[in-house]
């Protein structure tokens, strides 16, 4: 049948193994060499990097947020691209570094933890799938690939906020935030996220760091994103326009007068 | 990085009936990190001219300072206004004195003639040579975003305030396409007996 076919479960005595993972590491690398990225053969176009994303728990879950710029070399290229995206019911993954290598990857792992928990009935840690991840781009450590993600998920364990890097980084944390706006994000999380926070709290502040990112990084902008992770799965925050936002905190700030 | 996206910016002037606009951003950067959005890249070097600088943010303060400097002593001297056909040869000749180790901007110069109060547009490359056009000029990081806004959406014989919303459009979504300008834009629009300065609100980010 097609869909045993796909899982490749041989439906012999022995169950499949709980570290039968399809990785489709070494093949493609060994059918498409890189040939470019290197002094010799420079590449086409210079791949984006920039951006603001972040994540940290707070009480009763995790929270993932980002920007929506996608920018090549100064140009804007995608004024609402989505940084932030689900995995499964309970994992979402924030994405920096090169574009195409985030999106393909998070599908790779996507279908990954898909196919387990088709074999043995229960979801992988959101550990364990970092963990996936970081084994699944082991080969590529080296080479021009560029994917720095925050896997941010609940499981049995409770919330957990994984960063791992394409340059081998595999670390657990409760506070990242990562790419070329993360300074500035950095300097609002650090003095305002509290683990008892409460989801309404959590979703201002990492509002305020996108948008503090977005006005002094130039490779950060339009619009924020945010997803909240509890234990009953993730919830997607409306995609805000932080256009207004300038004005609106001025005119605040002096009390009524623009 | 090239030394002309080091700080960012744009700046772009259009020719209107009996009036000329120019606009710049307002972002000083240090390549992706912003550092103010107040910073001048339109200076008036004659009752009714401007000139616009786009490129290193040094050389813009420098080249203006300098370029105001050759052009009072001109005003003395001659005991009247530049006309901007020879200002843009004083620009020109400026540049071209560094020819071999240039200044990095990229001039655009909008204004009226004293006596006949002819409109005129230029720009200016980083060397000095002058391009003279009847409709628009532009100059700056998203220079090829401000190419395609321009071409579709200006037209002859624009009247000053429809000048004016032509070159606000033209500026705010060029400059939304480009992350090293932005943060605000300045416009003025010349006129025989007045000039309107104007900020828009922007996108901030």
């Known amino acids: 049948m097609a869909l045993e076919d796909v899982c490749k479960s041989r439906s012999r005595a022995k169950p499949a193994s709980l570290l039968d993972f399809d990785v489709p590491v070494a093949e493609c690398l060994q059918e498409n060499p890189p040939r470019s990225g290197t002094p010799q053969n420079p590449l086409p176009f210079e791949m984006s990097h920039g951006t603001t994303t972040l994540a940290f728990t ?11 710029r996608s920018s090549c070399s100064g140009r804007v290229s995608c004024p609402d691209a989505e940084k932030v995206k689900p995995i499964h019911s309970h994992l979402v993954a924030t994405s920096s570094g090169t574009s195409a290598d985030c999106t393909l990857w998070k ?13 043995h009935g229960r979801r992988v840690s959101t550990g364990g799938a970092a963990k ?27 919330p957990a906020i994984f960063y791992v890097h394409s340059d ?44 503090r990112a977005t006005h002094r990084d130039a490779y950060s902008g339009n619009c924020v994103d945010i997803y909240l992770v509890t234990s009953t799965g993730w919830t997607r925050r409306e995609r805000e326009d932080l256009k207004e936002e300038y004005y609106r905190e001025r005119k605040n700030r002096q009390g009524g007068t623009v | 990085m090239s030394i002309m996206s080091y700080n960012g910016g744009a700046v772009m002037a259009m020719r209107g009936k009996n009036c000329v606009a120019i606009a710049s951003d307002r972002r000083f950067g240090i390549q992706a990190q912003m550092v103010t959005t107040d910073f001048e890249k339109l200076f008036p ?81 980083l060397i000095g040579c002058p ?75």
Not at chain 1, 184 to 197: H, K, N, R
Not at chain 2, 85 to 100: A, I
Not at chain 2, 149 to 174: G, H, K, R, V, Y
Not at chain 2, 186 to 205: W, Y
């Open chain 2, 45 to 125: 070097m004659g009752e009714r001219l401007f000139i616009g600088l786009a490129g290193l943010a040094t050389d813009v303060q420098t080249v203006s300072q300098r370029l105001k400097f050759r052009l009072n002593l001109y005003e003395l001297k001659e005991g009247r206004q530049i006309k901007p056909k020879t200002f843009m040869s004083m620009v020109s000749n400026l540049l071209y004195e560094r020819r071999f180790g240039p200044y990095y901007i990229e001039p655009v110069i909008a204004g009226l003639d004293p006596k006949t109060f002819e409109p005129f547009i230029c720009s200016l490359d």
């Open chain 1, 132 to 158: 996936l991840l970081w084994h699944m781009l082991l080969p590529f450590k080296g080479t021009k690939l560029c994917v720095a993600t925050t896997l941010c998920g609940w499981d049995e364990s409770g």
């Open chain 1, 58 to 68: 707070f009480q009763g879950g995790v929270l993932a947020a980002g920007d929506t």
């Open chain 1, 107 to 119: 599908r790779i792992l996507a279908r990954e933890l898909r196919l387990y928990q088709l074999r």
């Open chain 2, 131 to 205: 391009m003279v056009t009847e409709d628009f000029v532009v100059s700056g990081t998203c220079s090829e975003q401000m190419y395609g806004m321009c071409e579709s959406l200006w037209e002859p014989d624009l009247e000053p305030e429809d000048l004016f919303e032509t070159i606000s459009q033209a500026m705010l979504n060029a400059l939304d396409r480009d992350a090293l300008s932005g943060m605000g834009v300045v416009v003025h629009v010349i006129e025989k007996d007045k000039i309107t300065k104007r900020s828009l609100k922007a996108r901030m980010d």
């Open chain 1, 168 to 211: 081998g980084r595999r670390l657990r944390g409760t506070l990242f935030s990562v790419g070329s706006g993360s300074p500035y994000a950095y300097a609002v999380l650090d003095q305002a996220v509290e683990s008892g926070m409460t989801a309404e709290e959590a979703t201002r502040v990492a509002r305020e760091a996108v948008y």
